[in-house]
């Protein structure tokens, strides 16, 4: 695959087995002549990950658990492809000459570190890692000015907006909508949401994601990270962003101008039109991706989110408001939340509690530089443990 007259470009998927990950892998098997796999990354699952490996040939593999590093390099070394493990490897490999893009589609914080590298190193980024611009958005973006590095975004919201503007850069922005499609739980009292289980949590009922990312939407905190990742990627203040519910999920975000008119972007939901649009940018390529019929859609609603029942998106805003350090708290408290409804820890409206809690505890910093980051992350996950015990 490696072939150096290849004259598309050459793509480092950081997160390979999830559900950015694999849609992407399908996307560049569709199109070998505008793409080909350079780095492959995952943390745990070696087994999927040597499979991909096998079948796109990449010249690295990273494996994140590095008690897992026997494995994948005895399965792949025979194929002449370079393994490595641990974070710090990661780190390192995006930045090797031969990577044209970068696509962050790791789970969390986990995004940050690469992505920094990446973007010191001049890598375009298609960005599926919305944490990275939640906790540091203020520093990401500065480096990416400083580099002249173009993030072009994979959220399906934030693609919207991205193609809503080309041609109109120029133009100043009035405000933006980002639709949510109101999660599994849309319409529900808090005393109805009490005791709701991680199993019906799960069930989105349009969008086929990670376990983390669909209990985000479940809380309304994906839309509030959303929130934040855009004020960075368009340089918006929070007053210019308003959320809007739409189940159907067919119109994915809308821009409005200052001239009053308004343009949405619309579509069947399907991950891959999104990340194939970012990778293939300013390129739109042909695709066998379904069609949307209107004669099956008898009307598009939309209504006002209920931040009371769903807090985190207050929250969001909250934590966008006060700026500094507290997106990161925001963020890192979240991710202890998830992670231990997942594990039935904590029940659901619960995680709205932690998320809050940590938001008064953790100290204010007003212009972090990344070892805060580092730090705020930490003690914000060890207030966040303390009080869920």
């Not at 999920?249 to 008119?261: K, R």
């Not at 998320?355 to 966040?384: G, N, Q, S, W």
Request: hydrophobic share 45%.
């Amino acid at each position: 695959m490696n072939n150096t007259e290849f004259a598309g470009k050459r793509v480092a998927i950081l997160g390979s087995t999830g559900s950015i990950g694999t849609q992407a892998l399908e996307v560049i098997e569709a199109n070998p002549d505008h793409f080909e796999v350079e780095v492959l990354s995952a943390q745990n699952n070696c087994e999927l990950l040597i499979r991909q490996a096998s079948k796109f040939r990449p010249n690295v593999v990273i494996i994140g658990n590095e008690d897992r590093y026997d494995e994948v390099f005895n399965a792949l070394d025979p194929l002449g492809i370079k393994v490595y493990a641990g974070a710090n490897a990661l780190a390192s490999v995006v930045e090797m000459d031969s990577i044209d893009l970068v696509l962050t589609a790791l789970v969390g914080y986990a995004g940050l570190q690469p992505t920094m590298h990446a973007i010191r190193s001049g890598k375009s980024i298609a960005l599926a890692n919305k944490e990275t611009l939640v906790v540091a958005g203020e520093l990401i973006t500065a480096m990416a000015r400083e580099k002249g590095v173009n993030i072009y975004p994979v959220d399906s919201e934030h693609s919207a907006i991205f193609q809503c503007l080309v041609g109109e850069f120029h133009n100043p922005i009035e405000k933006i909508i980002l639709t949510a499609s109101g999660g599994p739980f849309r319409g529900r009292t808090r005393d109805e949401l009490a005791e709701v289980t991680k199993a019906q949590a799960l069930k989105h009922p349009n969008w086929d994601m990670g376990a983390k990312i669909t209990i985000d939407s479940a809380s309304l905190m994906n839309k509030g990270l959303e929130v934040i990742e855009a004020k960075w990627l368009f340089g918006l203040r929070t007053d210019q962003i308003e959320v809007v519910v739409h189940p159907q999920s067919i119109i994915h975000s809308i821009v409005q101008f200052e001239d009053g008119s308004m343009k949405a972007q619309m579509g069947l939901p399907d991950m891959k039109l999104p990340i194939q649009y970012a990778l293939a940018f300013p390129e739109r390529l042909k695709s066998d991706f379904k069609r949307f019929d209107f004669s099956n859609y008898s009307s598009l609603t939309f209504e006002a989110p209920d931040t009371k029942t769903f807090r985190n998106l207050a929250l969001a805003y909250k934590a966008l408001d006060d700026g500094g350090n507290m997106p990161c708290v925001l963020n890192a408290a979240n991710e202890i939340a998830v992670a231990s409804f997942l594990e039935d820890r904590i029940k659901f409206l619960e995680m709205s509690d932690v998320v809050e809690h940590c938001l008064a505890k953790v100290p204010f910093i007003k212009t972090p530089a990344y070892e805060d980051y580092v730090e705020t992350d930490r003690e914000t996950r060890r207030i966040a443990l303390e009080k869920i015990k």
